[in-house]
Nanobody, 124 residues
Framework: QVQLVESGGELVQAGASLRLSCAAS????????MGWFRQAPGKERDFVAT????????YYADSVKGRFTISRDNAKNTVYLQMNSLKPEDTAVYYC?????????????????WGQGTQVTVSS
């Protein structure tokens, strides 16, 4: 089973940029579709972005489209989330997720494996 560890979250001001990383161990990383989700206090865990095994297909939530970019490096077993023009409403715990297989998966129920999360706080 793949294990996921996120990093890169911190406190930043509105308009700043951050890059989150998710390092995977165990399993064959290139066999997994990867996703990022986020959960703000008192809210459900929402989809942010997903990327196919080959990085050829990406999909974003409307709220982050044009500001966030998901990418992956299969040689390093790592998926990234580049976040630009951050807003206070982006404040949340960001989770990396993995699903064995190929497809476009937008629901948290589609993913089998999760990291522990990394906190992103955007001050106004």
């Amino acid at each position: 089973q793949v294990q996921l560890v996120e990093s890169g979250g911190e406190l930043v001001q509105a308009g700043a940029s951050l890059r989150l990383s998710c390092a995977a161990s165990r399993g064959t990383f290139s066999s997994y579709t990867m996703g990022w989700f986020r959960q703000a206090p008192g809210k459900e865990r929402d989809f942010v972005a997903t990327i196919s095994w080959s990085a050829g297909i990406t999909y974003y939530a409307d709220s982050v489209k044009g500001r966030f970019t998901i990418s992956r490096d299969n040689a390093k077993n790592t998926v990234y989330l580049q976040m630009n023009s951050l807003k206070p409403e982006d404040t949340a715990v960001y989770y990396c997720a993995a699903r064995l297989g190929f497809g476009t998966y937008l629901s948290r129920e589609d993913y089998n494996y999760w990291g522990q999360g990394t906190q992103v706080t955007v001050s106004s």
